[in-house]
């Protein structure tokens, strides 16, 4: 006899598609935007399908130039990357062994994740300001006419930028690592060195194979984290602009849907590189089961 579902089924059943569609619906008008015709504009009924909106991205020389701040986007996100795969690494490590200070370290380090991130980039922003009127008053005091002539701030991308990307993306990474290395199973490393190996043997052979998906894991959260960052990108960047900084100017001028050929590009990406991540972890893993 077939099961009858109650109907408490279908109503709950009807508000989570209703969440979905509330959740990925603009996401879904956006992509269908994006190929409008030539005449199209940024809200339907659509005027014919193109690729037209695409092209002419491709070509630049809109409203806000889009292909600098798309460049400088991707190098500071990959730069973030590594370093914050590297540092939550190396901050992993440090914590299994533990050292006098490490709760109040562990403290400060997610109490960025609490203050408000347009509070965080006025601070780090204050911050060179001050390191601005240092290296000005050194110029001036020393003679030293590079920076009487052609020094403005230091405030760009990869200096104060880099930091406030990094005070989002290096809590992430070090939460990561913690769950890893409260699952990991030091008998593995023990063993290595029962056999002679060294500490870096270890790490490089033991430990680093084992966590390798797990890393993988927290350079996309990295680089996506820095990708779409914009209240911390907004009082520190300096004369140059990222992208999401870049597409909220464009916001204000945009009369056709090239911005929404740029949103589709930029997710069809974004969900690429997860699926190349996934993939290459899903390899890794199988490797070390066979190994």
């Given amino acids: 006899m077939r099961e009858t579902r109650p109907r408490s089924f279908y109503v709950l059943a009807s508000v989570f598609a209703l969440f979905l569609l509330f959740l990925y619906g603009p996401m879904m ?3 269908v935007l994006s190929f409008q015709g030539p005449e199209g504009g940024l809200v339907f009924p659509m005027n014919g399908v193109s690729f037209h909106w695409f092209e002419k991205l491709r070509e630049g020389g809109g409203q806000v130039e889009i292909g600098p701040a ?19 690494v190396l901050a992993g490590l440090a ?8 709760t109040l370290l562990l ?34 005091a020393w003679g030293i006419e590079w920076i009487q002539r052609d020094f403005v701030s230091a405030l760009g991308p990869f200096t104060s930028g880099l930091g406030a990307h990094l005070t989002w993306t290096l809590p992430f990474g070090l939460l990561i690592m913690f769950a890893v290395f409260n699952r990991f199973d030091p008998a593995y490393e ?19 194979p084992m966590i390798a998906p797990f890393l993988i894991g927290v ?29 909220a100017a464009k916001t204000t001028t945009v009369t056709d849907p090239e911005i929404y050929a740029l949103g589709t590009a930029t997710t069809a990406s974004s969900i690429l590189l997860v699926l190349v991540a ?8 199988r490797r070390r089961q066979r190994g």
């Fill in 29 to 31: 008008a956006i992509l």
């Fill in 70 to 88: 798309l460049r400088r986007s991707f190098r500071l996100a990959l730069l973030v990357m590594v370093l914050t795969v590297t540092f939550s």
């Fill in 95 to 102: 914590f299994r062994r533990g050292f006098r200070g490490a």
């Fill in 107 to 140: 403290y400060v380090a997610i109490a960025s994740l609490i203050v408000p991130s347009i509070v965080v980039s006025l601070g780090i922003a204050l911050e060179f300001r001050l390191i601005d009127d240092a290296i000005k008053s050194l110029g001036m």
């Fill in 190 to 208: 023990e063993a290595a060195r029962d056999l002679g190996a060294t500490p870096w043997q270890t790490f490089r052979h033991v430990t680093l």
């Fill in 219 to 247: 350079a996309v959260f990295g680089f996506t984290l820095s990708w779409d960052e914009l209240a911390r990108s907004s009082q520190v960047m300096g004369a140059d602009n990222t992208l999401p900084m870049q597409l």
């Fill in 278 to 285: 996934f993939t290459i972890a899903t390899l890794l893993q």
